[in-house]
């Protein structure tokens, strides 16, 4: 809640003068009962037409006036819950950018989006309700049987008791439904998921005969979801009628009362009308509180989907800050162990070697033989359990993530271009590349060939995901990406595999070219599962089950290494 | 809001008959008794001549009449909620298990055409909003018309002046409101323009977030979302206030109402027009006449989004089934492995003809490899083989019976099927490999996933075999999902298999390993298979190369290198020969 209260900030002054309007709108509208009694009372009891015409005149000013504060109350509350909407949208967003997929992979990305856009609408549109209504409704019951009680003191607590019945009613209601609306949107939930899971398995499906189950499967989930929802309206259905009940329960007790008062004389006809016009407010005030329950109990569950968003702490943080060291290997694993989760087997064990500067390693092993993860614990995506990764001589927890980033230029496993332009897409690790720089990353990618036939070239505009271009194309794309920024550390993670045989080869030579134009800086960790790719590394690493089972040059490995020479035998290499 | 939606909508109703005129009467009932309290209650007080002058013998008569009428239309109306509520979701219920049933039979080539989230979302939040717009529309719009009936009719007979003058100036709250409305509909436009020029852009950026990390460009995507941030709460704002204005201009309408009530009340009880009951009787009502058409307005919106809900999923309910299987249709359960197609033609569009004139034939167990570059027409082979899509000219038959004759399911158990985007349930590992075969054993799971090579990461997942396999295996690697889907395929024992570059992403050495255990799986089976493989294809009896909708040449993988022809070129560039 702290995290969300913050974005209040600011509002202050909206957020106290929108309540005060409303409140002065809710006193102008209690205000009428009155005129209307003295109207009965004194202009129809002393038959006097000019008194009722001024009252009129008056009812007519109250409702200007109420009409007046209404609407700078709305002015001040749509103000308010844009700024905060605004605010905690952008919070929520600038927390999901510091979390790591791993952090948030129970909420998934659908689920991330949703909290940025759709929760935070639903709070907003909540506040925005609060404002509006949040002061209106309590003092037009209050101010209705304060009103009530100046009239006679009797009447005005039977109100109260009627009031408190019908509070109470609604609490019930609430506590009994509120549960619920986190029921019905996870069944929901569940609906759309499995309307998916149908939708992309369709041929599956079809292909196995399987399609009576699979709309069993959703026919029993639907219905769950609709028996919820009955279950669950019966009682919420029961809440405006009980709040009749009470409500009229009070005003024929006060009317029986006010019968008896007019027969003393202690009380006129007219306030025994205004009476029951109070109650009638009183009624309706708390009527529109609980329709409004459905919003704010929605908006409840999103604040606390929102706040557990907000309240992860990034496992992996920044480090104190450093400088690498030029005499210091370009990176180094110093007995690395590392597993994904607890109980789970360890994805690296014991792994130790270094890297030299200029040095083109490769690493090449099975699927779950830990390339991947050796890459996402040099990036720092994760911390080592044991051990210690090194960049430049420097542990890598000691840098900033920024100083750590800005060091490594990496290509992932999959390919993920942005929309906008290539240029944009070029410069997004190097925002002041100049054009130059962007053509010689483009060449050393082997992409010049095919964004110099785009009519636009370089600003060829790019749909969501590089949409518009090939596997090969967007690959090569991001290639380039990772080498615009000039990287003292370039990983290839399995990056260059929807390319063909030439350009890859091409490619290689390109990078190397790039790695003595840089004073034999560039250090380069190829991951492949292609021996092709990274046979002419200086070293190449074999691992197996997450340990490292032999490395060297291919040569020597092809002739001592048993499980290398079976990956070379499965891709037809035998030299 | 077309009258034949509305004429369908409502018959969806009508298995529910019983229960629509019970609503209807709990509605007329509970409006018409909750009128008759402040009837009982002005009776009252017209009863209180003044100070000593109150007549308690019929003020006790109506009040305890008061009591009764409001205790049954607080019954009544409970009961039209209940009532309304149960039928808007059963209906809502029947059209989402049409939709749900209708998608699971119309022809694939409509599906792949459509985003599958926005069918999805028909499913859940389009039968959502028709369940509530019925809900509205039945609950809100009968009772109001009760009620502006009701009160119209008492208040004319009370005073016809003043009830005209209640009756003419209330309306102009609506007339107030839909000028707003159709002013601020622009605003409200270009509002949900920047909103999904945001959401378009969260979602980008959360997918992509590692990347974007790794890139350093957090600080900049922060300053982009920022400026749209901003465009969206300038829009927002706007929109939001002036629809805001609605609320306190029609409550300004009825003030306006009430007053002229009291005042014209007074005057005319002045002249004995009027008893002050009756006074007291035309305040509360003219309260009573203003409420429906307050909330008509929200409802409106509301029964307007279900209208469009409501078309959208008749839209599905009437895309054309497949055509059912003949009556007679063969159900062969065993295939010897005869594959034939003679001059099999199919276009995606009529005007671009796609598969011209294909023809293969299969023996028993052999090994049909389909090679070609992208967009060739390998998986629309495979499409057609299945079923999936229907032939437009030609024939497809299976140990001689042309394909059209035997039943779908039937045919397409003789396969066994390993797709490109390996798709599994969100259930557990082992229900998932059985997933064709529900009652398998625990034993053959165990067995399947073995010779699948599966079981070696299956005993490395937190449960084992009863993992449960979040969002489709989101958590696996695509290696580990393929290996599932071979595991299915193992369990499956299916006649004939069709592999659609089914292991393309697993490394090289695995797939050696699975290639053994297919290779025992393949004997004696007849087996397609696209493949980019080098192995796959050189192990192959005939491999046809496609290219454009064709076969361009056919051979074992020798013939076709000597060839030096379409093939060898593709081969060469792939493979960077040998």
Known sequence: MKQIAKCFKGNYREMTLGPLFKLAEAVLELLVPLVTASIIDVGVANGDTAFVLQRGGLLLLLAVLGAAA???????????????????????????????????????????????????NQIQAALNMLIRLGTRVPFLAVGGILMAMILNVRAGLIYLAATALITLVLVLVMRHTMPKYGEIQAGQDELFRLGMENLEGVRVIRAFSRQGSEKKTFDASADRLTKLLLRTGKISAALNPAASVAANGAVILVVWLGAGYVHAGTMQTGEVI??????????????????????????????????????????????????????????????????????????????????????????????????STLVRLLLRHYDVDKGSVEVQGVDVRRYTLPQLHEKIGVVPQKTILFSGTIRTNLQMAAPNADEKALWDALRAAQATDFVRQKKEGLDTPLGEGGAGLSGGQRQRLAIARALVRRPEILILDDAASALDYATEAALRRALKALAAESGNRMTTLLISQRVAAIRQADVILVLDEGRLVGKGVHESLLRENELYREICASQGIDH | MRKDTLKRLLSYLRPYKTQVVLALLCAFASVLLSLLGPVFIGRAIDAMLGPGRVQFAPIVRVLSLAGVAIALSAVAGWGMQVLTRCLSAKASQDIRRQVFTRLNEVPLRKLDRRRHGELASRLVNDADAVAEGLMQGLGQLFPGLVTILATIGVMLVLNWVIALVVILITPLSILFAQFVGRRTARFFRSMSNAQGATSGFVGEMVEGRRVLQDLGYEQEAGRQFDRLNADYTREYRR?????????????????????????????????????????????????????????????????????????????????????????????????????????????????????????????????????????????????????????????????????RTVRRDALRSLYGMVLQDSWLKQATVRDNIAYANPGASDDEVVEAAKKALAHGFIKRLPQGYDTVLARGGEDLSAGEKQLLCIARIMLAKPDMLILDEATSSIDTRTELLIQKAMERLMVGRTSFVVAHRLSTIQNADEILVMDAGQIVERGRHEELLEKGGFYAGLYNSQFGGV
């Open chain 2, 239 to 403: 929109a939001v206030l002036y629809s805001s204005f609605i609320n306190p201009g029609t409550r300004f309408v009825n003030a306006i109402v009430f007053g002229a009530v009291a005042v014209l009340g007074g005057i005319y009880a002045i002249h004995g027009g009027i008893t002050v009951g009756g006074l007291s009787v035309f305040l509360n009502y003219a309260n009573q006449y203003t409420k429906p058409f307050n909330e008509v307005t929200a409802v409106l919106t509301q029964v307007q989004t279900a209208f469009a809900s409501v078309e959208r999923l008749f839209e599905v309910i009437d895309w054309t089934p497949e055509t059912p299987d003949a009556k007679g249709a063969l159900a062969p359960s065993h295939s010897e492995g005869y594959v034939k197609a003679e001059e099999v033609c199919f276009s995606y569009n009529k005007e671009i003809p796609f598969i011209r004139s294909f023809s293969f034939a299969t023996q028993p167990g052999t090994r049909i490899a389909l090679v070609g570059p992208t967009g060739c027409g390998k998986t629309t082979i495979i499409n057609l083989l299945m079923r999936f899509y229907e032939v437009d000219a030609g024939s497809i038959t299976v140990d001689g019976q042309e394909i």
């Open chain 1, 274 to 371: 205004a009476l029951v016009n109070y109650m009638t407010q009183v009624l309706l005030a708390l009527l529109v509180a609980a329709n409004l329950i459905v919003l704010f109990t929605r908006a409840i569950a999103s604040v606390k989907r929102v706040e557990s968003v907000l309240e992860i702490q990034p496992a992996v943080t920044d480090g104190p800050s450093a400088a690498g060291r030029t005499d210091a290997p370009a990176f180094a694993f110093k007995g690395v162990e590392f597993c994904y989760y607890e109980g789970a087997d360890n994805a690296l064990s014991g792994l130790s070697f270094e890297a030299q500067p200029g040095q083109t390693i490769g690493v090449i092993g099975g699927t779950g033989s830990g390339k």
């Open chain 1, 70 to 120: 209404g609407l700078t109350c709305q002015y001040f509350a749509a103000g308010a819950a844009a700024n905060f909407g605004q605010h905690l949208r952008r919070q929520v967003f600038a927390q999901v950018m510091r979390l790591s997929p791993a952090e948030t992979g129970h909420i998934g990305t659908g689920g991330l989006s949703t909290r940025i856009t759709n929760d935070v």
